[in-house]
C-alpha cells in the first residue's frame, strides 16, 4: 500500500486526504497550524490519522507521494527535507488529475480568474452539460472527482501550477500576468510569469491556450517560448485573424467561421475587465461547440463572484461597492477605471511593496477622498496626499463606512477596492467585504 501524505489540512488537503483513502493509500495528514473543526470532524469520521501543531519527522518522511497545500512554501524546512530525499512533492490538482478522464478546463491569471471561472461554469451549466467546478475557488478539484462530470473547470493559483508535472488541462485560459505574489518568487517577476505558464507545459497541438492578446508580458512570453497548443487570443483593440475581438461594440469569436456573439452592453456584468472575462468564458463555450444564443443568454444573465465590484446598496442616491477581492493595484486599476462618478475610496491593508502610479490618473480624475483602511498607511499616504483633499486613516471598518457616509454627497460611489490583502485586520478578503456590507447596511 503506497503512502500519501498530506501536509496542510485545509479545503485541498482534506480533499486530497479522502481521495486518496478512496483510492487505496495509507494517509497521513499534518498541519503546522491547527485544523478548523469542520475539516477536523472529516477526518475523524473517515479514519484518516492526522496531527496539528507540528509536523513529524519519522510520520513524513517515509512518504510514497506528498501533497503539499498550496498556501505552503517550498522553503519550509520539512518540505526542503522531502525534496532532498527525492520524495515526490506535488500539487492537490496533480495528484487528482490522474483519476480523471474528464475534459479539463484551468483558468489561471493574476486577476479575473474568479470570474471567468464562474462565467464559464454559468454558461457551461446553462447549455445542461455535466460540469463541475472548484480548484481554487470553492470546493477542491480533489473533492469533486466522485461527482464524475464530464468537465471541470477549475481557478488555478499560481502555488497550485507550482506542484504540477504531468497535468494537462485541455482548454487553458490566461486572463492575464501582472506582479502579484513576489514575496513568495524570490521578488523575481519572471520566475512568477514562468509559473502562471506552466499551465501549457504539458499541452499538445490537440490542446487549446486562451488568452489576452492585449498583455504585453503573455505576448513576450509567447513569443520568445515555444508553446505546443493552439493559440486563441482574445482582445479589445484588435482585430484578430483567429481568436475573439470587438467589432462595433460587438463580441466577435472568428475560429474557423466568424460568429457573432452579443452586443457588449447587454453584459450583465459591466466594465472593460468584464468583457474580457465574458470573451475569454465565451471561447472556451464556443471551442465545446456551445450555441451562440446559449452563450449570449448565459453572460446577459451573469451576476458575477461576491466581493468583486458587488454593489451592495444605494443611501440617499449614493451607491455603495464591495470589491474586497482586489488585493493588487491591477484589480483596483479595473475597479477605478469602470467608475462614472466621483468615488470616495477606501483601501488599504497589507501592502506587497506596491507600485501605486498606474492608479494616479484615476485618482486625479475620480476619487474625491481617500479612506486608508490598514496598520500601516505610509506608503499610501506618500503616494496619494496630494492628489485629494480629503485623506484619513482608520483601523475599524464600520468608523471607515461612516466617514464615507459623511462625505459622499448624491449620485456619488462609495468604494472599498483595497489594493492589498487583508491579514493585518481582518481573517481574509471575505471577512473584509462582509464587514463593509454589514457596516453599510448598519448606516
Same mark, same amino acid.
Given at each position: ?227 505546443? +497548443?493552439? $493559440?486563441? %487570443? #482574445?482582445?479589445?483593440? &484588435?482585430?484578430? @485573424?483567429?481568436?475573439?475581438?470587438? =467589432?462595433?461594440? /460587438? ?105 501605486? +502610479?498606474? $492608479?494616479? %490618473? #484615476?485618482?486625479?480624475? &475620480?476619487?474625491? @477622498?481617500?479612506?486608508?483602511?490598514? =496598520?500601516?498607511? /505610509? ?65
Amino acid at each position: 500500500m503506497k503512502r500519501l501524505v498530506v501536509l496542510g489540512g485545509g479545503e485541498s488537503g482534506v480533499g486530497t486526504a479522502l481521495l486518496g483513502k478512496q483510492k487505496g493509500f495509507e494517509v497521513f495528514v499534518s498541519d503546522y497550524g491547527i485544523l478548523k473543526k469542520a475539516y477536523k470532524d472529516v477526518l475523524i469520521h473517515n479514519e484518516i490519522e492526522w496531527e496539528e501543531g507540528m509536523h513529524t519527522a519519522s510520520k513524513i518522511l517515509n512518504a510514497d507521494v506528498v501533497m503539499k497545500s498550496p498556501g505552503i512554501s517550498e522553503h519550509v524546512p520539512i518540505v526542503e527535507t522531502l525534496l532532498n530525499k527525492g520524495v515526490s512533492v506535488i500539487s492537490e490538482i496533480e495528484f487528482a488529475a490522474q483519476f480523471t478522464s474528464a475534459n479539463i478546463i484551468g483558468i489561471t491569471g493574476s486577476n479575473g480568474k474568479t470570474t471567468t471561472t464562474m462565467m464559464t461554469h454559468h454558461i457551461l451549466n446553462h447549455a445542461k452539460l455535466s460540469v463541475a467546478m472548484g480548484g481554487n475557488i470553492g470546493d477542491s478539484f480533489a473533492g469533486l472527482i466522485g461527482q464524475n462530470p464530464d468537465h471541470f473547470v477549475l481557478e488555478l493559483s499560481s502555488f497550485q501550477l507550482d506542484g504540477i508535472q504531468k497535468f494537462r488541462p485541455h482548454i487553458a485560459v490566461l486572463t492575464n500576468i501582472t506582479p502579484d505574489h513576489l514575496d513568495r518568487y524570490d521578488n523575481k517577476f519572471e520566475h512568477y510569469i514562468a509559473s502562471k505558464f506552466r499551465i501549457v507545459m504539458n499541452q499538445t497541438k490537440e490542446d487549446y491556450l486562451i488568452y489576452d492578446a492585449d498583455d504585453d508580458v503573455i505576448n513576450a512570453y509567447i513569443q520568445s517560448h515555444q508553446i505546443q +497548443s493552439i $493559440l486563441v %487570443p #482574445f482582445s479589445l483593440t &484588435k482585430t484578430l @485573424a483567429q481568436g475573439t475581438y470587438l =467589432k462595433q461594440k /460587438e463580441i466577435i469569436i472568428k475560429f474557423k467561421k466568424e460568429e457573432h456573439i452579443m452586443p457588449t452592453t447587454n453584459l450583465a456584468l459591466e466594465g472593460k475587465h468584464n468583457i474580457k472575462n465574458a470573451m475569454a468564458a465565451a471561447t472556451v463555450a464556443h471551442l465545446l461547440k456551445i450555441r451562440k444564443d446559449t452563450i449570449r443568454e448565459s453572460l446577459e444573465c451573469f451576476q458575477g463572484a461576491e466581493h468583486r465590484l458587488e454593489n451592495v446598496l444605494k443611501i440617499n442616491k449614493v451607491q455603495y461597492i464591495n470589491d474586497s477581492k482586489a488585493t493588487n493595484v491591477n484589480a483596483t486599476y479595473f475597479a477605478l477605471e469602470s467608475m462614472s462618478a466621483p468615488t470616495v475610496w477606501i483601501v488599504g491593508g497589507v501592502d506587497k511593496g506596491n507600485d501605486y +502610479s498606474a $492608479l494616479f %490618473p #484615476f485618482v486625479n480624475e &475620480k476619487v474625491k @477622498a481617500i479612506i486608508c483602511l490598514g =496598520k500601516n498607511n /505610509e506608503a499610501l499616504f506618500k503616494n496619494f496626499e496630494h492628489m485629494v483633499d480629503v485623506m484619513v486613516e482608520t483601523q475599524y471598518m464600520s468608523e471607515a463606512v461612516k466617514i464615507a457616509y459623511n462625505i459622499a454627497t448624491s449620485g456619488e460611489n462609495v468604494l472599498l477596492s483595497p489594493a492589498c490583502a487583508s491579514f493585518d485586520l481582518f481573517k481574509n478578503y471575505e471577512d473584509r467585504g462582509h464587514q463593509f456590507k454589514s457596516a453599510v447596511r448598519a448606516l
